[in-house]
T-cell receptor
Framework: DSGVTQTPKHLITATGQRVTLRCSPR?????VYWYQQSLDQGLQFLIQ???????AKGNILERFSAQQFPDLHSELNLSSLELGDSALYFC???????????FGPGTRLTVL | KNEVEQSPQNLTAQEGEFITINCSYS?????LHWLQQHPGGGIVSLFM???GKKKHGRLIATINIQEKHSSLHITASHPRDSAVYIC??????????FGQGTRLTINP
């Protein structure tokens, strides 16, 4: 158990819908990262937050947004969902940006 | 050409064999990560290194910054080591870039 929690574990929804994925980092970790893992693209970095501020941005679509709250938990919002958004979404956390990252169990999103 | 290349893509070995997985990268980095992903999907961070060598149990990771190359070794391999091993580079203010992974199967 990495200490990083993600909810929900599984999510099935329809195209055009909006969902919110939640991540609670390890106690004491200030940095939160979001990753997408799809069958054809592998693991891809989406976005990083550090102590509530956006720190780095990767291949995140405009339909996706994220935030980190004062209690350091983070949410990833996915809207206008398409079939191609079906993937595993991982959250990871670290103390600072330069430290080892600890991964949550992931949320498996299926868009029908 | 991908920024991070792993080899081999698939590796099958017998229990007890010495395993080597390679990772080459083409970008400047602050750190290299080795991750393990089990069939259930969970990802575990094995190593984060920026120079030299690290050892944890039967696992050894090395990195050569000049050659932009890293290796992950598993000694006395066991069926429970069967997983996908992923190399990722970046860290700090750099976004992580991932290799495609090496699927390792250890047969008893």
């Amino acid at each position: 158990d990495s200490g990083v929690t993600q909810t929900p574990k599984h999510l099935i929804t329809a195209t055009g819908q909006r969902v919110t994925l939640r991540c609670s980092p390890r106690s004491g970790d200030l940095s939160v990262y979001w990753y997408q893992q799809s069958l054809d693209q592998g693991l891809q970095f989406l976005i990083q937050y550090y102590n509530g501020e956006e720190r780095a941005k990767g291949n995140i679509l405009e339909r996706f947004s994220a935030q980190q709250f004062p209690d350091l938990h983070s949410e990833l919002n996915l809207s206008s969902l398409e079939l191609g958004d079906s993937a595993l979404y991982f959250c990871a956390s670290s103390v600072f940006s330069e430290n080892e990252q600890f991964f949550g169990p992931g949320t498996r999103l299926t868009v029908l | 050409k991908n920024e991070v290349e792993q080899s081999p893509q698939n590796l099958t070995a017998q229990e007890g064999e010495f395993i080597t997985i390679n990772c080459s990268y083409s970008v400047g980095i602050s750190a290299l990560h080795w991750l393990q992903q089990h069939p259930g999907g969970g990802i575990v961070s094995l190593f984060m290194l920026s120079s030299g060598k690290k050892k944890h149990g039967r696992l050894i990771a090395t990195i050569n910054i000049q050659e932009k190359h890293s290796s992950l070794h598993i000694t006395a391999s066991h069926p429970r080591d069967s997983a996908v091993y992923i190399c990722a580079v970046g860290g700090g203010a750099q976004k992580l870039v991932f290799g495609q992974g090496t699927r390792l199967t250890i047969n008893p």
